[in-house]
């Protein structure tokens, strides 16, 4: 019985791993199809007049470099102090097991998976008509701040939770107050997570569209001129092209716009690395 029982055991660990490594094989081999399907598609007609050049007769995406610009230093500005705040509220000024935690949690995960067009009517009615920023940088800012807002939370309070307590009562021991410790202890031992989370916010930002179109106005052939005026960004500029007669610079579009987020998953990686090393160097 022993004898057939361990034979069982091999035969099904054996169909798990040909099934993970099947699972593990279709995932790479799509993720590789749609990579190389933009860079043949695009890269031929990514050209210094459609990174830097002038709306003419020939179209641009310089205003929507601009435009994305100004909605990460707003999303971010936003969505930074108030999610890291938050998440050193829940963790560090709460019992984990209050009524109250629970319902921010909860509240915070129904916010991370509520859809970004959502989001965008939120913005729109509340923006947009309510406060009257009309189609704006600001108004599209604030919206992602929004919708970032939880997945900065719940890292940041990852990490915070990561920190060995010792630590903490090493730093009361010494007479340290909760706000020194915090500030001196605490967020120093936890800043890998937390940067790491803000450039991956920071990613979202730049591939976020449908909250987008609907409250900054996709205007692509001029760049901002403030935070109040109408504008655009690269995720936006691969529907304009794709959806006005431009599909080689949707393309184009879509392969900067793939070489960017690729570039900051990198450099989250790089810096949270950077991070902990420091962190281990300081222990």
């Avoid at 949690?105 to 991370?112: F, G, H, M, N």
């Avoid at 008509?129 to 189609?135: K, M, V």
């Avoid at 730049?206 to 403030?226: K, W």
């Avoid at 655009?232 to 959806?243: D, I, P, Q, R």
């Amino acid at each position: 019985m022993k004898k057939n029982a361990h034979k069982r055991q091999i035969i099904q660990f054996a169909v798990y791993r040909i099934l993970s490594q099947g699972a593990l094989i279709i995932s790479l081999t799509a993720l590789i199809s749609v990579i190389v399907f933009i860079l043949v598609r695009g890269f031929p007609y990514v050209d210094m007049q459609l990174l830097f050049g002038e709306w003419g007769s020939k179209p641009s995406i310089k205003p929507a470099f601009t435009g994305t610009l100004y909605i990460i230093f707003i999303s971010i500005s936003i969505a930074a102090p108030i999610g890291i705040g938050s998440a050193v509220f829940l963790t560090e000024y709460t019992n984990s097991r209050s009524r109250l935690v629970r319902v921010v949690r909860v509240a915070v995960e129904t916010l991370a998976g509520i859809p970004s067009i959502v989001y965008g009517i939120f913005g729109y009615l509340v923006f947009v008509t309510a406060l009257g920023f009309r189609y704006s940088i600001l108004g599209g800012g604030i919206t992602l701040a929004v919708m970032i807002l939880p997945v900065i939370v719940r890292s940041t309070e990852e990490s915070l939770l990561a920190v060995p307590q010792t630590l903490r009562e090493g730093s009361f021991a010494l007479g340290s107050s909760k706000v020194r410790t915090i500030f001196s202890v605490i967020l120093p031992c936890a800043a890998s997570g937390i940067v790491t989370a803000l450039i991956l916010a920071a990613g979202r930002v730049i591939s976020e569209s449908a909250a987008l179109l609907m409250t900054i106005g996709m205007v692509v052939n001029r760049s901002p001129s403030g935070f109040m005026s109408p504008g655009t960004s690269l995720a936006l500029n691969v529907y304009y092209f794709g959806s006005h007669g431009y599909p080689e610079q949707a393309a184009a579009t879509a392969v900067v716009l793939l070489c960017l987020v690729v570039s900051i998953n990198i450099s989250a990686t790089i810096l949270g690395k950077i991070f902990g090393k420091g962190e281990l160097a300081d222990g």
